[in-house]
């Protein structure tokens, strides 16, 4: 009798000497065990890739890297506020710029926690200035990531001070799993949507608005 030596490989296809298997015996082995396999692993990168590329959405509106900080920010219906607010203090063209730009934007929600009153007199014309003082207390020079944030923390001990336009700083921390910004009164916000990437930088929604000296 002919010994066959046949035996699995670490792979999990079937092999065996070439002369003791014909070619149809050998394909009939590839399309069992190899073509199946090649076809998941095809199917699983595909997957992957199609997640990765998959623009965030944020107030239910996608969110275009090919745009810009405004342009998104415009389609959000959670940042009516916002983008109320960047209008008043003439900042559109500011932050329709090169940039780049690092933004972390409060949502309406954020807004709606101040006083009464508050943003209905931010927005008028004589408060220009403040709000403007506001705004780009929210705004950091530059492209800075999650990544680079949690980076910034770690070399930081614990913490990590950005330096906003605005000229003050806002310091960076974790709490758990979540990235607390404290910004210089005390107050506290989360960054809820992180890196949402713009064309002119990146955009981090944050759940409270954050007050400079």
């Given amino acids: 009798m002919h010994s066959h ?3 699995i490989d670490t792979s999990g ?22 073509f199946p396999t090649v076809m998941s692993l095809a199917l699983a990168l595909t997957g992957i890739s199609a997640t990765a590329q998959k623009d965030p959405t944020v107030g239910g509106a996608a969110m275009y890297p090919s745009k810009n900080i405004v342009e998104n920010a415009m389609n959000s219906k959670d940042h009516t ?9 003439g900042l559109v063209e500011t932050l329709e710029g090169p940039g780049p730009f690092t933004v972390f934007a409060p949502t309406n929600e954020a807004f709606d926690k101040l006083p009464a009153g508050t943003v209905d007199n931010l927005v008028k014309p004589e408060s220009k200035d403040t709000l403007t003082k506001i705004l780009t207390y929210h705004v950091v020079a530059g492209r800075m990531t999650s990544k ?6 770690k070399t930081g001990g614990g913490t990590a001070t950005l330096k906003t336009v605005e000229g003050g700083t806002l310091t960076a ?6 990235l607390i910004l404290t910004d210089e009164k005390g107050g506290t916000a989360m960054v809820t949507i992180a890196d949402v990437y713009q064309s002119n930088g990146v955009i ?8 400079p000296n």
């Fill in 81 to 89: 506020t916002l983008v109320a607010a960047v209008k008043a203090a």
């Fill in 5 to 7: 030596d046949i035996h």
């Fill in 173 to 178: 921390a974790m709490k758990g799993k979540s």
């Fill in 148 to 153: 680079d944030i949690i980076k910034a923390i």
């Fill in 13 to 34: 296809v079937l092999s065996a000497r070439s002369e003791l298997i014909g070619p149809e015996k050998r394909n009939s082995i590839m399309k069992k065990y190899l």
């Fill in 204 to 211: 981090h929604v944050i759940d409270t608005v954050l007050m």
